[in-house]
């Protein structure tokens, strides 16, 4: 799947553009570059991920996405602070930097317990998991992601 079909990416990169064109003429420079890098850095780095072909990779630049989240949500709340974002875009920005972060922290569980990564990791980068192996990790996994959603 391209990382154009992906949702996550989706979301975050129509966050970004709301940003870019909220701050389109906003006179304090330093403010407007590090908030409109860091919305831009969530769906660069989600799509350079998925592009790079390896799990591994693939979780690492997940990990670097959800960094720049919470460095977003951080300059949207300093920004409401000061007057530079309204209160009801600063509310609906930072809900979107939340979902956005949890939606990439399921991604990341998705891959880590993918049956390529346990199977590579169990049997070897030839090996198959067996199907008895699958259900019990199903269920780990989906307990895992909902651990992780709701706390």
Not at 12 to 39: A, M, P, V, W
Not at 61 to 86: D, W
Not at 107 to 129: D, K
Request: negative net charge; contains cysteine; aromatic residues 14%.
């Amino acid at each position: 799947m391209g990382f154009e079909q992906l949702e996550v990416w989706k979301r975050s990169s129509k966050l970004c553009t709301e940003i870019y064109k909220h701050f389109n003429n906003f006179k304090d420079f330093g403010f407007r570059d590090q908030i409109t890098r860091s919305s831009l850095s969530i769906p660069s780095n989600i799509a350079e991920g998925e592009e790079r072909g390896t799990i591994k990779e693939n979780v690492q630049f997940l990990i670097y996405a959800r960094g720049s989240c919470g460095e977003l949500r951080t300059q949207i709340y300093i920004g409401s602070e000061i007057g530079y974002i309204e209160n009801d875009m600063a509310s609906y920005w930072i809900q979107e930097t939340k979902e956005i972060s949890a939606m990439i922290v399921s991604g990341i569980v998705s891959l880590l317990f993918s049956s390529e990564a346990i199977s590579t990791a169990l049997f070897g980068n030839e090996g198959m998991m067996p199907n008895w192996a699958k259900f019990p990790m199903v269920v780990f996994i989906t307990t895992v992601v909902w651990l992780l959603v709701t706390f």
